[in-house]
């Protein structure tokens, strides 16, 4: 699997939409669109756990 910077991902739990995010020192984060238009950022972790996480409980959308 393959990260990209933007893509979408929806979770399989909840079915809420992430958006896939990559910041300037290569961590990785998954962004929610808040109810207020603003964006709630999970913790950043490293490319591989995100590899892990996004594998584990989300579908690409």
Same mark, same amino acid.
Do not use: C, P
């Given at each position: 699997m393959? %990260? $990209? ?10 079915n809420?939409?992430? &958006?896939l995010n990559?910041d300037?020192n290569?961590s990785?984060?998954?962004? %929610? $669109? ?11 972790i490293?490319g &591989? ?8 409980s989300?579908?690409?959308?």
């Open positions: 393959r %990260l $990209r910077n933007g893509d979408f991902y929806t979770n399989v739990n909840t809420k939409l992430y &958006r990559e300037k290569s990785w984060y998954l962004s %929610l $669109r808040g109810e207020e238009a603003d964006y709630h950022e999970t913790e950043k490293s &591989r756990d995100m590899i892990r996480l996004v594998e584990g989300f579908k690409k959308s």
